[in-house]
Nanobody
Framework: QVQLVESGGGLVQAGGSLRLSCAAS????????MGWFRQAPGKEREFVAA????????NYADSVKGRFTISRDNAKNTVYLQMNSLKPEDTAVYYC???????????????WGQGTQVTVSS
């Protein structure tokens, strides 16, 4: 069983930064792509960013390109989401998820964390 635990959320003013972390259990972390999603109140969950097994491929939602950076440290079984120039519309619960494959092509996800709240005040 894989467990994903997010941390690093909080309250920040518009224009500020936060770094989210997602720690994964298990010895196969480096074999899979990882992703970040978010869900705002009253909205569906949406894709934010994904990274391939070795960090060589990265994808971002258009809404966060140039502001967010996804990265991973396979030695620490952790994936990160650096969020800069935050906007009130970035307010949401952020979830990490493990991909079913190492790469980003046609990627789906099989394990999800519990989420961490990010609130951006104007």
């Amino acid at each position: 069983q894989v467990q994903l635990v997010e941390s690093g959320g909080g309250l920040v003013q518009a224009g500020g930064s936060l770094r989210l972390s997602c720690a994964a259990s298990g010895r196969t972390f480096s074999s899979y792509a990882m992703g970040w999603f978010r869900q705002a109140p009253g909205k569906e969950r949406e894709f934010v960013a994904a990274v391939s097994w070795n960090g060589g491929q990265r994808n971002y939602a258009d809404s966060v390109k140039g502001r967010f950076t996804i990265s991973r440290d396979n030695a620490k079984n952790t994936v990160y989401l650096q969020m800069n120039s935050l906007k009130p519309e970035d307010t949401a619960v952020y979830y990490c998820a493990r991909g079913r494959t190492p790469y980003l092509t046609s990627l789906s996800y099989d394990y999800w964390g519990q989420g961490t709240q990010v609130t951006v005040s104007s």
